[in-house]
């Protein structure tokens, strides 16, 4: 399933790189606690860091160079934290950048993609929605995917602008975000959709908004959980898997490029946990330039 099987990079030797070394997750924004909340339930003695580009999102509104600088700057930062493995938790960022990411970084990764294979397998109708960023939609990787599994499944694709946005400042159920969110789906239903694929690791948090919409007229398809298998499959075929501690692995570290007040927030009501976000600044070619234009 859709865990974006191909991502996983099995020609990388890793000598001595130690099994408690963490896996880095990493996100344009909070989307990624879907993937790493996933992760916990799977690999639950993995050490985890998260990184958060909340400074910059949404990736989906960006040109697609700025998104690949922006995923290779994090992806180099967590390495040198001691990453062991490093999820792309992002499919915008999958979408643009994983081959260049892959190129460059010398630990495997793991990129996600939305779950069209899954989609296509199960819809009884025949027709799906799927919801996603503009650029994942207008993608190479995306378009692909869709050829190899679209013959007999009709794929109505909306892009889901303003939702990121909305699930970055905590917003999971105002009256506007349900009525952008109808906007979005009425259609699909009126088209016969079955099902509905999340093509964005933001839009789980969106769940119980899209059900009160939806009721039980469509299943929705969620891939962290196929996410975090193909992590343990990855860490497994390096060798490089955890193995239970008497101590139990230590809470995830997050870390943001903004301010953090968000991530704390989803992670308190996610995770269940009081966690601490530390700022970061991870400067990349695009940012650099960015602050050093005049105001
Ligand atoms: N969570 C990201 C994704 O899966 C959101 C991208 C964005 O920041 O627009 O695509």
């Known amino acids: 399933m859709p865990a974006e099987s191909p991502c996983s990079n099995a020609s990388i030797a890793l000598p001595g790189v130690a099994s408690r070394a963490p896996v880095g997750i990493f996100d344009s924004g909070l989307g990624g606690l879907s993937v790493l909340r996933a992760v916990r339930a799977q690999l639950p003695d993995e050490a985890l860091l998260y990184v958060a580009d909340s400074l910059y999102a949404p990736y989906g509104e960006r040109d697609d160079d700025f998104i690949a600088d922006r995923t290779l700057a994090i992806g180099e930062w967590l390495a040198r934290q001691g990453a062991k493995a490093l999820i792309v938790a992002c499919n915008t960022a999958t979408a643009q950048s994983i081959a260049l990411v892959r190129e460059k970084l010398s630990i495997p990764l793991v990129g996600v993609e939305p779950g069209i294979k899954p989609a296509a397998l199960q819809s009884k109708t025949r027709v799906a929605g799927v919801l996603a960023t503009q650029v994942t939609l207008r993608s190479a990787r995306f378009q692909a995917l869709l050829e190899r599994y679209a013959a007999d499944c009709r794929f109505i694709c909306q892009p889901g602008h303003g939702l990121v946005q909305a699930v970055e400042r905590c917003d999971v159920g105002s009256t506007e975000l349900r009525a952008l969110l109808a906007s979005y789906l009425e259609p699909m239903l009126a088209a016969g959709a079955d099902t509905l694929v999340l093509g964005c690791t933001h839009y789980p948090f969106l769940d119980a908004a899209i059900r009160d919409i939806v009721g039980d007229r469509m299943a929705l398809i969620d891939t962290s959980v196929a996410i975090a298998r193909q992590l343990e499959r990855v860490l497994e075929q390096h060798g490089v898997r955890a193995t239970p501690e008497t101590a139990g692995a230590p809470p995830p570290r997050f870390y943001s490029t903004d ?31 960015l602050s050093s234009q005049p105001a």
């Open 259 to 289: 301010n953090g007040t968000h991530l704390r927030q989803l992670v308190a009501t996610l995770l269940n946990m009081d966690a601490q976000v530390e700022r970061v600044l991870i400067p990349s070619r695009r940012t650099a330039a």
